[in-house]
């Protein structure tokens, strides 16, 4: 059974920065593509990014690079998500997700993430920004 595991989250000024981590238990992580999405209150659900088995990164949509830098450690079974300059309308919950699919590609950032295959998701970790 796969276990996806957030933390990290927490109370971030506007500004500041934060790291969120995602581990993986049970699968062949360094084969799979992983990524992060968000919810916030009252809000759809929203991609932010994804890693794939090879490194390749997508964003979604590729304006998150501002502020956004998704990035994995293999040895640790781990993505992170790093937030720069996180404004007030980042506040969400996040989640990560887990793709089922050997060597998977990631979502194209037109298609939004995550897609049916990220299959293994978690309890995500909440991140407030305050003003």
């Known amino acids: 059974q796969v276990q996806v595991t957030e933390t990290g989250g927490g109370l971030v000024q506007a500004g500041g920065s934060l790291r969120l981590s995602c581990t993986v238990a049970?699968?062949?992580?360094?084969?799979?593509?992983m990524g992060w999405y968000r919810q916030a209150p009252g809000k759809e659900r929203e991609g932010v990014a994804c890693i794939d088995w090879s490194n390749d990164v997508t964003y979604y949509p590729e304006s998150m690079t501002e502020r956004f830098t998704i990035s994995r450690d293999n040895s640790k079974k781990t993505i992170y998500l790093d937030m720069n300059n996180p404004k007030a309308e980042d506040t969400a919950m996040y989640y990560c997700a887990a793709s089922s699919i050997f060597r998977g590609d990631c979502p194209p950032a037109t298609n939004g993430f995550p897609s049916t295959e990220f299959r293994s998701r978690g309890q995500g970790t909440q991140v407030t920004v305050s003003s």
């Open positions: 049970g699968l062949t992580f360094h084969s799979v593509a």
